[in-house]
Nanobody
Framework: QVHLVEAGGGLVQAGGSLRLSCAASGRTFSNYAMGWFRQAPGKEREFVAAITWSGGSTYYEDSVKGRFTISRDNAKNTVYLQMNSLEPEDTAVYYC????????????????????WGQGTQVTVAS
């Protein structure tokens, strides 16, 4: 079992920055690929970014490429999402997710791959 807790959300002006963190507890964090998803009111949950267990590969949704950066610190059991140049369209509840993937391949863009989810943190970008 893996327990995930997000932090770092809040209200920011357009063009501003926030850094989200997701602290994991439970099993060996370094075995898990991690993802960030978001859900805006009235919309389905969508993929934002993902990172493999080693941090060697990262993946981004097109609209956040060049603005968001996912990273992880396995010594701290934490994954981060640095969000720069925020836009009102980025307003959503952001969730981190984990999948046990020490080797092999999985479609990290799909929410169905992930077995563990945090409770979410609200990000609001004011225009």
């Amino acid at each position: 079992q893996v327990h995930l807790v997000e932090a770092g959300g809040g209200l920011v002006q357009a063009g501003g920055s926030l850094r989200l963190s997701c602290a994991a507890s439970g099993r060996t964090f370094s075995n898990y690929a991690m993802g960030w998803f978001r859900q805006a009111p009235g919309k389905e949950r969508e993929f934002v970014a993902a990172i493999t267990w080693s941090g060697g590969s990262t993946y981004y949704e097109d609209s956040v490429k060049g603005r968001f950066t996912i990273s992880r610190d396995n010594a701290k059991n934490t994954v981060y999402l640095q969000m720069n140049s925020l836009e009102p369209e980025d307003t959503a509840v952001y969730y981190c997710a984990a999948v046990d993937l020490p080797a092999g391949w999985a479609n990290l863009y799909s929410s169905r791959v992930y077995g563990y989810w945090g409770q979410g943190t609200q990000v609001t970008v004011a225009s």
